[in-house]
C-alpha cells in the first residue's frame, strides 16, 4: 500500500460516523516507549523555557493524530515493566546489550548524556500524567516487555472478542503477529501492514516472519543469525519460506536434506541450539508471561478507561507551557476522544 492509498484509507476512516457499542470492536495497541524515543530523538521542540519537551509533545500530539485517524473504539498505552529484558537476558546473555549508552538526540540539544537521560525520564514521567487524564488504558507489568503485552492482547482480542486490532510500532517482530486481524502501523513509513503487505515487502507470509528473523538474527538486540544468510540470499536458500507455512524442525529437516549443497546448511544444523534460543527469544506467539499476568491482563481488557479529564489536562499543559502543541485544546480533545469517552 502506498502512501497516497494510506492517506485515502485513513481520511475515509477519520470521516466515519459508525455508531460503536463495543469496546473491543476496534483496537489500538501502542509501544509507549518505542514511539516516546522515537519523537524525543527526532524533535528539538523546546518549550518557552527552553526545557526540551520533544519526547512529551510529540507522543501527545502523535496519539491524537492516530486516534483522529483510525477512530478507535479502545485504545492501551503499553509501557515496557521494571526490568523488563530480564527474562530474555536469562535466554540470552547479551540480549540489547549497548543499548542506551549513546545519545540519540543530535550533540546540541544536550550537554550532558546524563543531562539527557533525566529529560527522557521526566518527559516520560509527565507523560503518564498526561495520559491518566485521558480515556485510555496505560498498563506495564514488572519483568515484562511490551512486547510481550501487546502481543498477548492483540491474540486474546483477535481470538475471543473478534476484534480488529492495529498495533502502533516501528518494531518489525510484531509482524509475525499480523493476520485477517491483526495489522500494524509504522508511524516512520505510515503504512498499515497486512498480510498482503509482508508478502509484498518479504516475499514470505507473516506466520513465516519469526523463522525469517530467528534464521538471521535481530542486531538491534544483539542476536546472532547464520553467517553467510542475509535478507537478499535467505529465499534462495529456503525458497519454501515463501511456499508454505514452516516451523523450526521444517527447517532442519531442509538443512539436513540440503547439507551438500552449501556451507549455511550444514551452519544451521551445527547452531540448532543457537536458533531454538532464537526461536524462544523472538517468539511473540508464546509471549513470555506467566500465568497470573495472563489472567490479569484479560481481566484488565474488561475494564473501562477513565473518562477525559479536561480540566486536569490543561492545567497540566500550561504547567509545561506546551503553547501551540494542540490548537485549541478543549475543542480539539473534546472532538478526538468523543468515541472513547462514550463507554459506560
Known sequence: MNKKNLLNLLDQVSKEETIYTNPHERVVLIDALNLFFRNFAMLKMVNQDGAHIGGLGGFLRSLNSLIKNLQPTSVYIVFDGVGSSINRKNLHADYKSGRNQTRITNWETFDS?????????????????????????????????????????SNILSIKHDSNVIIVSNDRD?????????????????????PQMVYSNFGIPPENFI???TLLGDQSDKIEGIKGLGPKGILKKFPELAQQVLTLDDIMEIAESKMKEHVVYARVLHEEQKLKNNYKIMDLQNPLIDENEKQFLEQFLDELPPKLNLDTFLKFYNEDNLGKLIKNPETTLNDIYKILNGFK
Open 113 to 153: 548524556l546524563e543531562e539527557e537521560n533525566d529529560a527522557k525520564t521526566n518527559q516520560i514521567v509527565r507523560l503518564i500524567h498526561y495520559l491518566k487524564c485521558l480515556p485510555v488504558k496505560t498498563i506495564s507489568l514488572d519483568k515484562v516487555e511490551a512486547d510481550d503485552i501487546i502481543a498477548y492482547l
Open 174 to 194: 510484531y509482524i509475525q503477529l499480523i493476520n485477517k486481524n491483526i495489522t500494524i502501523y509504522r508511524p516512520t513509513e505510515k503504512e498499515l501492514h497486512t
Open 211 to 213: 523463522l525469517y528473523k
